[in-house]
């Protein structure tokens, strides 16, 4: 009897002090809710934005000048404005379908989801990071790895891992969002073997359009800190009235 006392008694203790943990872990952040969010603030439903690529290497500089227009998270397109031998280049996703324009040859590809780890114009960035095939929310499974202090912001460290069968560039993505403005501050970049390739760093970060966001995002390639790519924002819009019949092939030659 004294035995039995004993064994419900030391049950109860463990269930009640079983529950405040639960509580602790029910409250914390879904980390895909983190990432919807930072796509909220970052983009937008919609938005126009001008930008400007310099590519940094040890031997030369290229600056690359662009417009770009966004719809929802299936809808982009990206317009050359200089250098002059450049201009007129475009890129437009489309749902499922991404496309080349060269108006040096008057003609639009299709381009395959096997390019999408590819240098875009030459640069750190990837077909994938500028034309966005991959959807961050979507297409990875998520995990908070730890909040710490980045850059003097307090951020959620987020690991991304992509869903079986997913055509995704990287093996792994880590983030850093921070966890009051849920601006995008950090990007790490892995391979399938889990090594890194490269980091993004978004800095600069000021108001445009009412939102406070970053202006500069430098790309440095794992174990090459004399190359980067720096993107700088110069205007950007959000909430611009466009739909998705905006975004045709016709549009894409004719937005130069």
């Not at 990071?129 to 202090?149: A, Y």
């Amino acid at each position: 009897m004294l035995y039995n006392n004993i064994a419900k008694s030391f049950l109860l203790v463990c269930l009640l002090a079983a529950i405040p943990l639960a509580g602790a872990r029910g409250q914390d952040p879904d980390p895909a809710e983190i990432i919807d969010r930072m796509e909220q603030v970052m983009r937008g439903k919609s938005n126009y934005a001008e930008m400007t690529m310099r590519i940094e290497r040890p031997r030369y500089q290229r600056e690359v000048s662009m417009r770009s227009w966004m719809y929802d998270r299936d809808y982009s397109m990206i317009i050359i404005t200089a250098p002059s031998r450049d201009e007129g280049t475009a890129y437009l996703m489309r749902e499922n379908d991404i496309w080349n324009y060269d108006p040096r040859i008057d003609r639009t590809i299709r381009l395959p989801s096997s390019m999408m780890a590819q240098s875009w114009m030459g640069s750190d960035f990837t077909n994938d990071d500028l034309v966005r095939d991959t959807d961050t929310v979507e297409d990875f499974e998520h995990e908070i790895l730890r909040s710490e202090e980045y850059e003097g912001r307090n951020a959620y460290v987020i690991r991304l891992i992509p869903k079986p069968d997913t055509p995704v560039v990287w093996g792994k993505v880590k983030m850093w969002i921070c966890t009051d403005t849920y601006i995008q501050l950090r990007v790490e970049n892995y391979d399938q073997q889990e090594e890194l390739v490269n980091t993004m760093k978004l800095d600069e970060i000021h108001e445009m359009d009412g939102r406070e966001i970053p202006t500069r995002i430098t790309v440095t390639p794992a174990g090459k800190d004399n190359e980067r790519t720096i993107l700088v924002y110069e205007k950007l819009e959000f909430g611009i009235d466009i739909n998705r019949r905006f975004f045709t092939q016709e549009n894409m030659q004719r937005q130069r």
